[in-house]
């Protein structure tokens, strides 16, 4: 079952998918419900849609998943889930070589360490966001609606990405795992280097980790 959640907002697309089923959900709601102070994912995309806003009204170069581990690896101030969760991390930044038709850069945060992942809150759960790749084609506002869009970034980037969230599969604090991407939509009428007729849109994926696991496995498609 799929469940499609469009928020629209200025100079930006917001979609979340959420993959689920009843089984999956039944069986989710018997663990013990989270209690923390982590934000919550949505409010945590929304911040990231805005993060890939000003990465295309800035026009910033972007950084590479290398200075992303460096960054990672130096971090002073990661809190104690990090802590916990870090050497499954590390593997996890080793893994990210692979999503699909990305670009090889990724997008800055808006936080203070501006590394593009971190632990969020959703349906009581911990959920493993993991945000910045940036798509490398620009799509035709003119040809494509917002839907036609996010199905087609959904299908070149989001959903080979997901498989790079396999080494984190083995933690026991994460119960959902969600991919953020940004691409370009412009009208290409118009003069290609005009910010007035471009727009950074993003798009989000929340999965849980039973759906993954299986889909990874071959399981489901």
């Given at each position: 079952?799929?469940?499609?959640?469009?928020?629209?907002?200025?100079?930006?697309?917001?979609?979340?998918?959420?993959?689920?089923?009843?089984?999956?959900?039944?069986?989710?709601?018997?663990?013990?419900?989270?209690?923390?102070?982590?934000?919550?994912?949505?409010?945590?995309?929304?911040?990231?849609?805005?993060?890939?806003?000003?990465?295309?009204?800035?026009?910033?170069?972007?950084?590479?998943?290398?200075?992303?581990?460096?960054?990672?690896?130096?971090?002073?101030?990661?809190?104690?889930?990090?802590?916990?969760?870090?050497?499954?991390?590390?593997?996890?930044?080793?893994?990210?070589?692979?999503?699909?038709?990305?670009?090889?850069?990724?997008?800055?945060?808006?936080?203070?360490?501006?590394?593009?992942?971190?632990f969020y809150s959703f349906n009581g759960q911990?959920?493993?966001?993991?945000?910045?790749?940036?798509?490398?084609?620009?799509?035709?506002?003119?040809?494509?609606?917002?839907?036609?869009?996010?199905?087609?970034?959904?299908?070149?980037?989001?959903?080979?990405?997901?498989?790079?969230?396999?080494?984190?599969?083995?933690?026991?604090?994460?119960?959902?795992?969600?991919?953020?991407?940004?691409?370009?939509?412009?009208?290409?009428?118009?003069?290609?280097?005009?910010?007035?007729?471009?727009?950074?849109?993003?798009?989000?994926?929340?999965i849980s980790k039973s759906v993954l696991k299986?889909?990874?496995?071959?399981?489901?498609?």
């Amino acid at each position: 079952m799929f469940n499609w959640l469009y928020l629209t907002m200025k100079k930006s697309i917001l979609t979340i998918l959420l993959f689920c089923t009843f089984a999956i959900v039944n069986a989710q709601t018997k663990k013990p419900i989270v209690k923390s102070s982590l934000p919550a994912i949505n409010q945590a995309i929304e911040a990231n849609s805005l993060a890939y806003s000003l990465h295309v009204l800035t026009q910033k170069p972007g950084i590479g998943i290398d200075e992303i581990r460096i960054r990672f690896a130096e971090a002073k101030n990661i809190n104690s889930l990090t802590k916990k969760n870090k050497s499954l991390i590390t593997g996890f930044l080793s893994d990210a070589t692979y999503f699909g038709e990305s670009q090889n850069i990724f997008y800055e945060q808006i936080t203070e360490d501006k590394t593009p992942f971190g632990f969020y809150s959703f349906n009581g759960q911990i959920v493993f966001l993991f945000s910045g790749p940036i798509y490398k084609y620009s799509l035709n506002i003119l040809r494509l609606d917002a839907a036609e869009r996010a199905s087609k970034v959904a299908k070149d980037v989001l959903l080979p990405g997901l498989s790079n969230f396999k080494p984190l599969l083995r933690s026991a604090d994460i119960s959902y795992f969600s991919l953020a991407v940004g691409y370009i939509a412009r009208d290409f009428g118009e003069d290609e280097d005009s910010m007035a007729y471009k727009d950074g849109e993003t798009l989000a994926i929340v999965i849980s980790k039973s759906v993954l696991k299986q889909s990874l496995e071959a399981k489901i498609t």
